[in-house]
C-alpha cells in the first residue's frame, strides 16, 4: 500500500463516506422539506388544527428517539446493512402513507413511519466498521455534516418543490431518495467483512448509566433537545408570517436562500474564536442568548416584513453556530471510551426535541395565536441559557484509539497507568476483552511518540 493511501482514505474508505453520506443526507433531506411549506398545506387539510399541524411536523421525532438505539444494537446482532434497508423501507413507506393521505390524520401516520425508519446509529456503527481509527474522525464528521447541508437544501427548495408539485409530491420525492439510499447501501457502499462493537462510535447499554450522570453531558443533551425544540416549533410560525406580511409561498425560498448564506457566511468567524481561541464557552453562551434575542425581535415586530427577515437571519446565524459546536463539546466532555454512548443520547435527545417542540408549539398557536409560538421559544432559550451557564469551561480535547495485540492487553492496568503518565493525556480506559485503548487526550502538549514507545515495550 503506498504512503498516500496509508496517510489518506483508501478507495473502500471513500465509497463508504460518500455512500454512507448520500444515505444519511437524502434521509434527512426527505425530513427537512416539508419544514417550510407544511404549515401552509396543512391549513386546508380536512380535520387540520394547529396542534395537530405541529403533531405532523414533529412526531417523526419521537419514533426516531424511541428506535433509533435499540436499532443500532439490533444492528450489532443481525448486520448493519438488513437494519438500514429495513429502516429505509419503512421510511419510504411513511413517505408514500403521507402522500397518499386525505387528512391530517394519515400524514400524522406517514411521519411517525418516516421516523421509525431510524437508522442513524446503525449508519454510524457500519461507517465505524469500514473504516480505520486515524480516518474515522474524518469520515464521521464528513457523514455528520450532511445533515446541515440537507437542512439549508430543503429551506431553499422546499417552497420552490411546493409551487411545482405540491407537498404531497414532496413525499413522493421522499420515498424516490429512500430508495435511491437503498441502491447506495446495497451497490455502493462496502460490506464489512467483519461487525463489532465501536464503543467511539456507536451506544453501549452498559455505559448508558456513566453518561446520564455526567452533569455536563446533560446539559448538552438539554441543549441540543432545547434546539431542536426551538427549530420545530419555529417553523410552525415563520411560514405563517411570511404570507401575513405579503410574500407569496412559492417566493418563500427568496427569502430563506440568503438568510442560509448569511448564516453559514455568519458563524465562521465565531467557530473559529471558539475552536481556535480557546473561547468555547463564551461563544456558546452568547449564541444561546443571540437565539433568545432573536425569537424575541419575532414576538414583538415578527408582523412587519423587515423584521421577520431580521429575526429569522439573527435565529439562523446563532442556529448554525450552535449546531456546530454541540457535537463537538459532547465529544469533548465525553468519557474516553463512552463517546458513541454520550452521542447516541445526544441524538435521542436532539429527536425528542422535535417532537415536543412540534406538538407543544402546535398546542401553543391553537391557544394564543400565532406569535406566541416565538415567546414559547424565546423562554426555551432563556431556560437552556440559565442551564448552559453552570457548565465548566471546556478542555482542548481530542480522542485517540489504539489497538492493542494480546501482550499489550495482558497487563491492562500496568498499560493504563504507564498511558496515564504520558504528557496530554488526561484519561485512559484499556478495554482487554476488545483489544483497545481509548484515550482523552490534550492536543496540544501530547506526545504520541511517548505512547508508540510504551506499546512497543509491551509488544
Do not use: C
Not at 28 to 54: E, R, W
Not at 145 to 162: E, Q, W
Not at 250 to 257: E, F, K, R, S, T
Not at 297 to 314: E, S
Request: charged share 15%.
Amino acid at each position: 500500500m503506498s504512503e498516500q493511501v496509508v496517510k489518506g482514505m483508501t478507495s473502500a474508505e471513500r465509497r463508504t463516506t460518500l455512500g454512507l453520506a448520500g444515505v444519511y443526507g437524502f434521509r434527512m433531506l426527505g425530513l427537512f422539506l416539508i419544514l417550510p411549506v407544511f404549515a401552509l398545506f396543512a391549513q386546508d387539510l380536512p380535520g387540520s388544527t394547529p396542534f395537530l399541524t405541529g403533531l405532523a411536523i414533529g412526531i417523526y421525532g419521537l419514533t426516531q428517539a424511541l428506535l433509533q438505539i435499540p436499532f443500532g444494537m439490533l444492528s450489532d446482532r443481525i448486520g448493519r446493512k438488513p437494519v438500514i434497508l429495513g429502516g429505509l423501507v419503512l421510511f419510504a413507506l411513511g413517505s408514500a402513507v403521507a402522500a397518499s393521505a386525505g387528512d391530517i390524520h394519515w400524514i400524522i401516520i406517514g411521519r411517525a413511519l418516516q421516523g421509525s425508519g431510524a437508522v442513524a446509529a446503525a449508519i454510524m456503527a457500519l461507517a465505524a466498521d469500514l473504516t480505520r481509527e486515524e480516518q474515522r474522525t474524518k469520515i464521521m464528521a464528513s457523514i455528520g455534516m450532511t445533515i446541515g447541508a440537507s437542512f439549508m437544501l430543503a429551506m431553499i427548495i422546499g417552497p420552490t418543490l411546493d409551487a411545482w408539485v405540491g407537498v404531497p409530491g414532496i413525499f413522493w420525492i421522499t420515498a424516490a431518495l429512500a430508495l435511491i439510499g437503498m441502491a447506495l447501501i446495497a451497490w455502493v457502499v462496502p460490506t464489512p467483512r467483519v461487525s463489532r462493537v465501536h464503543r467511539d462510535a456507536e451506544p453501549v447499554p452498559a455505559l448508558f448509566g456513566r453518561v446520564l450522570r455526567n452533569p455536563d453531558l446533560l446539559r448538552l443533551d438539554w441543549g441540543i433537545f432545547s434546539l431542536h425544540f426551538i427549530l420545530t416549533s419555529l417553523f410552525l410560525a415563520v411560514p405563517l408570517q411570511l404570507k401575513a406580511v405579503g410574500v407569496a409561498p412559492a417566493d418563500h425560498a427568496l427569502v430563506y436562500l440568503p438568510v442560509m448564506i448569511l448564516a453559514i457566511v455568519g458563524m465562521v468567524p465565531f467557530v473559529i474564536m471558539a475552536e481556535k481561541g480557546g473561547r468555547m464557552k463564551p461563544v456558546f453562551l452568547g449564541a444561546i442568548a443571540t437565539l433568545a434575542v432573536a425569537l424575541t425581535l419575532l414576538w414583538r415586530l415578527g408582523n412587519q416584513f423587515w423584521p421577520l427577515v431580521a429575526g429569522v437571519a439573527i435565529f439562523f446565524v446563532a442556529f448554525n453556530l450552535l449546531e456546530a459546536t454541540l457535537p463537538s463539546l459532547v465529544s469533548k466532555t465525553a468519557p474516553a471510551e463512552a463517546k458513541g454512548t454520550a452521542m447516541g443520547v445526544y441524538s435521542t435527545s436532539q429527536f425528542a426535541g422535535a417532537f415536543v417542540g412540534g406538538a407543544l408549539g402546535g398546542w401553543v398557536h391553537q391557544q394564543w395565536g400565532v406569535m406566541a409560538v416565538f415567546l414559547l421559544g424565546a423562554g426555551a432559550a432563556l431556560l437552556w441559557l440559565l442551564a448552559a451557564a453552570g457548565m465548566r469551561r471546556p478542555g482542548q480535547y481530542s480522542s485517540e484509539l489504539l489497538h492493542l495485540d494480546a501482550a499489550q492487553a495482558a497487563d491492562a492496568d500496568g498499560l493504563a497507568s504507564a498511558l496515564q503518565a504520558v504528557p496530554g493525556v488526561v484519561e485512559v480506559v484499556v478495554v482487554a476483552e476488545e483489544g483497545v485503548a481509548y484515550l482523552k487526550v490534550e492536543r496540544k502538549v501530547f506526545e504520541r511518540d511517548r505512547v508508540d514507545a510504551i506499546l512497543a515495550a509491551r509488544a
